[in-house]
């Protein structure tokens, strides 16, 4: 950490003089899931780390709408506005290229990835009310009945996670897409109906608060914010494992030491004790990966989930 700091201070006369007076104006950032929702949690938390350390505000601004693909729009058609990002995420850029026929950009080229931000899983959630405590009672009532789980949106990651579920649990589940997490969870909550896939950091509230019962989370193991919840993996469902992944990027054209003083400000924030802390909380495992490991992060997440997606028959709802 300190290495960083002082490479950083060393680099910072000459990246002041290829950068000009950047930024020049306040920050946008681009959320682009509803309020509430993990992005969203994220990039506040970020943002509110950074503070005004690069000279001028920063905007946070939700632009929801098509599994995160209308908010990654707006960079994609902003090529070289060193002044826009986002935080990219695995329905963004991992799933929605390769489930939607029409994306209006391309994932990789129409952007710059800049580092990787934090990593946590889904979890299976259910209303306290139904009469299932673990996996093996909710796989028993849902093979006596058909059950709806509803997530975020269509072309989620928690979309696709519950399809994987019913395909590996042989059972039949249908999804019920929201126009946002808050929106989901209320459903859940009130009872209209029984089940969802939501993202460990944004179901943590509620389910600490007892009013969702966590069931199983989608990582190969444990997450240490829910210890006493397996993961599907350890239930028995094998092949029900996956990560969530969400990172900061900005546009393609982006100047390069504008990108490399990115890479930094968001390095040391991850570091910050208290982002830390505040990550820890909600189940986040701060990213590690930079600009070159996360870009082929999500190449490889891509061909992951074109080829979940041709085996399991998934189409957009």
């Known amino acids: 950490m300190r290495r960083r700091i ?13 950068q000009g007076s950047w930024p020049e104006r306040p920050i946008r950032w681009v959320v682009n899931f509803p309020p ?7 990039s506040r938390a970020l943002s509110e780390q950074i503070g005004n350390g690069l000279g001028q505000p920063i905007v946070v601004e939700n632009r929801p709408g098509a599994g995160g693909m209308v908010g990654s729009d707006v960079l994609a058609k902003a090529r070289g506005d060193a002044h826009l990002v986002m935080i990219s995420n695995a329905a963004s850029h991992g799933i929605g290229p390769v489930l939607y026929p029409n994306v209006p950009y391309d994932p990789l080229a129409d952007f710059i990835h800049v580092r990787l931000v934090g990593t946590f899983p889904s979890v299976l959630c259910v209303n ?60 859940t909550m009130g009872g209209q109906i029984p089940a969802l896939m939501e993202s460990l950091p944004t179901a943590m509230s509620n389910i600490s608060a007892g009013r969702l019962r966590p069931i199983a989370v989608s990582e190969a193991a444990r997450s240490p914010a829910l210890p006493e919840v397996p993961s599907f993996a350890e239930a028995g469902l094998p092949d029900v494992v996956s990560t969530n992944w969400f990172g900061f990027s900005t546009t393609a054209g982006t100047p390069g030491p504008i990108v490399e003083r990115w890479d930094t400000t968001i390095a040391v924030a991850l570091e910050a004790p208290s982002l830390r802390a505040r990550f820890a909380s909600i189940g986040v495992v701060p990213g590690t990966l930079g600009s070159a490991e996360y870009t082929a992060l999500i190449r490889r997440e891509l061909a992951r989930w074109k080829e979940v997606i041709a085996a399991a028959g998934v189409k957009a709802d």
């Open 36 to 42: 509430g929702g993990a992005a969203d949690i994220l």
């Open 6 to 18: 002082l490479l950083a201070a060393l680099a910072a006369p000459a990246l002041a003089r290829a």
């Open 128 to 187: 306290p009310d139904l009469p299932v405590r673990n996996l093996q009672e909710f796989l028993a009532h849902a093979r006596s009945r058909p059950v709806n789980y509803g997530s975020g949106g269509n072309g989620t990651m928690n979309h696709l996670i519950g399809q994987l579920l019913a395909r590996s649990a042989g059972i039949e589940l249908t999804h019920v897409p929201y126009r946002g997490s808050a929106a989901a969870m209320t459903d």
